[in-house]
């Protein structure tokens, strides 16, 4: 049974790849061709699973299964950069679409008085000028890899925006995409939407903790006014 929601929050917390900008695909690919280059072998459903680790710990830890020995920084390296470029080929270094009606659950927000976070593990430099520009006028904050020691699953990113954002946990609200990113967000003690625009399994999302989840924006965006309605 899902839980559910009386009235809506006050702020709400958005993770950035897979819930504002369809970039996981993107990321899949670039992936699973970084691994190959060393023959690892990775799947488009394991880069879903490890959305929001770090790419140096699961290069590590997936070296380590396949040849039995400690690889060496050089080519946790290689491969990282080899990634990097590999996406910003197949996006042709443009900012990746948005995620469908992610732009109609904002305005629908703020039209409401809801302040609206993100809150990414992206460390991406030109990362709060993109937002910035692409979602004007909306965001109250931004807390990236720059504000944090600790990454999702830690709730160390979830917490902070919670303490800027200056209201009660119980009038916060998470939207997620990806298991660890849940993790984190019920480890904060806030509650947590999964909106499943990958290729997971639902069922991966609520094995995570999600309190609800979604298959699409405009499914959030219809059960977000049918909150409100009944307030
Ligand atoms: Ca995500």
């Known amino acids: ?24 695909p993107f990321h899949a690919d670039a992936w699973v061709k970084a691994m190959g280059k060393y023959n690892l072998p990775y799947t488009a459903l394991d880069v879903y699973r490890n959305e929001g680790r770090t790419g140096s710990g699961v290069i590590r830890e997936l070296y380590q ?3 039995g020995k400690d690889i060496s920084q050089e080519i946790i390296d290689d491969i990282y950069a080899y990634k990097s470029n590999q996406f910003i080929e197949l996006t042709g270094g443009k900012l990746p679409n948005l995620i469908l009606d992610i732009r109609n659950v904002l305005s629908y927000l703020k039209s ?35 504000d944090v020691t600790h990454g ?34 019920k480890a904060a003690g806030l509650f947590c939407f999964a909106v499943n625009t990958g290729i997971l399994p639902d069922s991966d999302l609520i094995e995570a903790g999600a309190d609800m989840v ?6 959030l965006l219809e059960y977000l006014q049918s909150v409100t309605s009944n307030q």
């Open 152 to 185: 999702k699953p830690h709730p160390e990113p979830y917490l902070k925006a919670w303490e800027r954002c200056g209201f009660p946990k119980e009038e916060c609200a998470v939207v997620e995409n990806a298991p660890l990113g849940i993790q984190a967000a």
């Open 112 to 146: 409401q008085g809801v302040d609206c976070w993100v809150v990414t593990g992206s460390g991406q430099r030109n990362l709060i000028n993109n937002l910035n520009n692409t979602f004007e006028g909306i965001f109250t904050g931004i807390i990236s890899a720059f």
């Open 214 to 219: 979604l298959p699409s924006m405009a499914a």
């Open 65 to 67: 299964r396949v040849y």
């Open 1 to 24: 049974m899902q839980s559910q929601i009386t009235k809506l929050p006050k702020a709400v917390f958005f993770d950035q790849d897979g819930v504002l900008f369809d970039s996981m």
